[in-house]
């Protein structure tokens, strides 16, 4: 019977991609409702699992069904250096993480493959950086160069249209920027340097002024060559020097020193009343927590009011949708549709790379559709869709 049908799998490679997975033995065996002693047996090349078991497997370590009937263990890429600084978790991540991480990677290859089909170039146009250099010149620097002054940086009607302002920028630049859903205790972000296009990738599950900070954290990375996976968080102090480099960077991007010095004084009486809060936020697109941190650095609130302000924001602020149609759909009683949810993790500049593939024909449309994850009904919305 197919059922009993067993398959010779090494057993190095059985394990490998059940450890490359972040898999425990004993998730395997709750997965496959089979005893820990019969996985272990499979690892120690004692048993053959069954072909229905591989390909569970299959679906639960989101690998193709043949990587179990590889001759030995592929070498992959190392997972990025890990800034997290979670106690007890160095380089232990969730399988989700994993995942996206593979995924990502995996984006960046055909990305730049596909972009030498057509003569695009993926080397990153910026210029290196050093931890010696001023965080906060050169965030000023690239607020020049993405030309973001504050009357634009306040005409934005929503965050999510700030945020798709600077990933087109930095599409621009050559960085591709993703977008994935991650446990947020987890990761909420990570950079890839090791290849081109560089690639940067935020968590969804964050609030979109969250994703912001992570976005330019993260491109502080790209600046400084690092392949990181992190949790950006302005308000932890007792970071590595280069995460603090990357959130100063990434905080005065946001809200130059000049600006948060000026605005605050206008509005020094009622600076940390909830109205003024949401007045700042509104205007400039950016969190609470990050406001009361510049407050408290640049000595109009103290230590002590920084603390107790803060307990009004707790818990966080619930999650947004992915993306603001995505209210609309919901009202309708459905799901993300799938042409935006595209777009929103892959960005219009791959999906534009991709599309030029098929149009030259140096790939099919079949692989067009599994390169952006989309069924054929909705290949024309996205196109339609993407600004590039």
């Known amino acids: 019977m197919p059922r009993s049908l067993k398959v010779e799998v090494n057993p190095e490679v059985f394990k490998w991609l059940r450890t490359s997975s972040g898999w425990s033995i004993e998730d395997v065996a709750k997965r496959l409702k089979i005893s ?71 984006l960046q290859n055909i990305g730049s493959e596909l972009s030498g089909n057509i003569k695009y170039s993926t080397k990153p146009e910026i210029a290196n950086a050093s931890i010696n250099n001023n965080p906060e010149e ?57 290849k081109t296009p560089n690639v940067i990738v935020i968590n969804t599950k964050d609030s979109i002024e969250t994703r912001l900070f992570s976005l330019m954290h993260e491109f502080g990375h790209i600046l400084l060559g690092e392949t990181v996976i992190d949790i950006p968080n302005i308000q932890i102090e007792s970071q590595s020097k280069i995460e603090q480099w990357c959130n100063t960077f990434s905080s005065r991007f946001l809200l130059p020193e000049k600006l948060a ?12 009343d909830t109205v003024t809060l949401n007045s700042f936020k509104y205007r400039y697109k950016i969190s609470k927590a990050m ?37 609309e759909t919901k009202k309708r009683g459905g799901g993300i549709p799938q042409d935006i949810r595209c777009l929103s993790e892959v960005g219009n500049k791959f999906v ?36 590039k």
């Open 352 to 387: 534009s790379i991709v599309a030029n593939n098929y149009d030259r024909n140096y790939i099919t449309y079949t692989d067009a559709l599994n390169y952006l994850s989309i069924k054929s009904k909705n290949f024309d919305k996205v196109l339609a869709k993407a600004s």
């Open 36 to 106: 820990v002693e019969i996985v272990e047996a499979i690892e120690k090349g004692e048993r053959q699992p069954t072909l229905i078991q591989l390909k569970e497997l299959s679906k639960a370590y989101k690998r193709p069904l043949a990587s179990f009937l590889l001759s030995k263990p592929i070498k992959e890429p190392p997972m990025p250096k890990d800034y997290r600084m979670l106690p007890d978790k160095k380089d232990i991540f969730d399988k989700k993480t994993i995942y996206n991480i593979r995924k990502a990677r995996s």
């Open 261 to 272: 010095v000026r605005i605050f004084e206008t509005e020094e009486r009622s600076l940390t």
């Open 291 to 327: 406001l009361l941190y510049n407050m408290l650095k640049l000595d109009f609130i103290t230590q002590d009011q920084y603390e107790e302000i803060l307990k009004r924001y707790k818990p966080p602020e619930p999650e947004p949708s992915e993306e603001e149609d995505e209210k």
């Open 138 to 194: 050169l965030a000023s620097k690239y607020r020049e160069i993405f030309q973001l002054t504050e009357e634009k940086q306040k005409k934005f009607k929503t965050s999510y249209e700030f945020f798709h302002y600077l990933r087109d920028r930095f599409e621009d630049l050559n960085i591709l920027v993703f977008q994935f859903s991650m446990p947020v205790e987890d990761a909420r972000g990570f950079a890839l340097t090791d």
